[in-house]
């Protein structure tokens, strides 16, 4: 079992950035990865995930040129660097295994990012 606390969310306008940070317990180094959001009225979908030793990363069409998934096994963190915001990524984002390799862990209570003027 591993458990996760997402930090870093705020409130930011169109076009900024923002950095994203989930700290980990247990085995993490040995699990695929993912950043999983969910909107007001949607459902949870996976936006960005990255293989257990860093190597291979994946990204939802909408992000993929504007958001960086990577790790830091060391010390069991996982990180998500989003530019270029945009008013729908506004959403509560969630850190968790990554889902095609795996069954999720229990969800933390994620972190809020705001994208508006």
């Known amino acids: 079992q591993v458990q996760f606390v997402e930090s870093g969310g705020a409130w930011v306008q169109p076009g900024g950035s923002l950095a994203l940070f989930c700290s980990a317990s247990?085995?993490?180094?040995?699990?695929?990865m993912a950043w999983y959001r969910q909107a007001p009225g949607k459902e949870r979908e996976l936006v960005a995930g990255?293989?257990?030793?860093?190597?291979?990363?994946d990204y939802e069409n909408s992000v993929k040129g504007r958001f960086t998934i990577f790790r830091d096994n060391d010390n069991n963190w996982l990180y998500l660097w989003m530019n270029a915001l945009r008013p729908e990524d506004t959403a509560v984002y969630f850190c968790?295994?990554?889902?095609?390799?795996?069954?999720?862990?229990?969800w933390g209570q994620g972190t809020q990012v705001t994208v508006s003027s």
């Open positions: 968790n295994r990554h889902e095609v390799y795996g069954a999720t862990f229990s």
């Open positions: 247990g085995a993490f180094s040995t699990y695929a």
């Open positions: 990255i293989t257990a030793g860093g190597q291979y990363t």
